[in-house]
């Protein structure tokens, strides 16, 4: 298993890389600090089955670089990595295209859990955007809202179920 780890900050990098590799026997972890410099080795280290970006790093520009990447390795599980807890910043990951949001408050064997949910091909939804949709908060299936976004099917016995 190969996993592009992409963040700014070395500390996060060191601290992540020990449980990326409890992933799988033999996971190796390829560490990028900027959106350019995960691009360029994403595009070396291919194939790849997951890639780690975190949302503030120079380069990503917002969600920028998460479509740049979806468009290039369109079938990559990506996930987006942030310190931020904003749950526009969530859902516009989740609706543009990321297989989840993580926030660095998370324990690293929590972290673990919502990857292997990833790679198994299944979509995280952080507990937080189940209270809020559209800049309000309240139980995301009854904001309505855009029909094609991944919270609009939730309704709100299944958003109860899953905190």
């Known amino acids: 298993m190969r996993i592009l780890l992409a963040d700014d900050h070395a500390m996060v990098r060191d601290g992540l890389v020990p449980f990326l590799e409890r992933l799988q026997e033999g996971a190796s972890v390829i ?3 900027s959106f350019p410099e995960a691009l360029t080795a994403a595009r070396k280290a291919m194939p790849l089955n ?3 970006l975190d949302l503030y790093m120079p380069g990503m520009e917002g969600l920028a670089g998460l479509n740049t990447m979806r468009a290039e390795f ?3 599980p990506i996930v987006i990595l942030s310190g931020s807890t904003k749950p526009e ?3 516009q990951a989740i609706e543009q295209g990321a297989n989840g949001f993580i926030p660095k408050t998370m324990r ?3 972290i673990l859990g919502v990857l ?3 790679l198994s091909g299944e979509k995280y939804i952080p507990p937080f955007l189940f209270d809020y949709r559209d800049g309000s908060p309240q139980p995301a299936a009854a904001a309505g809202g855009d029909a094609g976004s ?3 099917t939730l309704t709100p016995a299944s958003a109860a179920s899953s905190r």
């Open 116 to 118: 292997r949910l990833v």
């Open 150 to 152: 991944p919270l609009a």
């Open 89 to 91: 910043d969530a859902l």
């Open 31 to 33: 560490e990028a600090g």
């Open 74 to 76: 369109p079938s990559l």
């Open 50 to 52: 997951l890639a780690i």
């Open 108 to 110: 690293g064997e929590t």
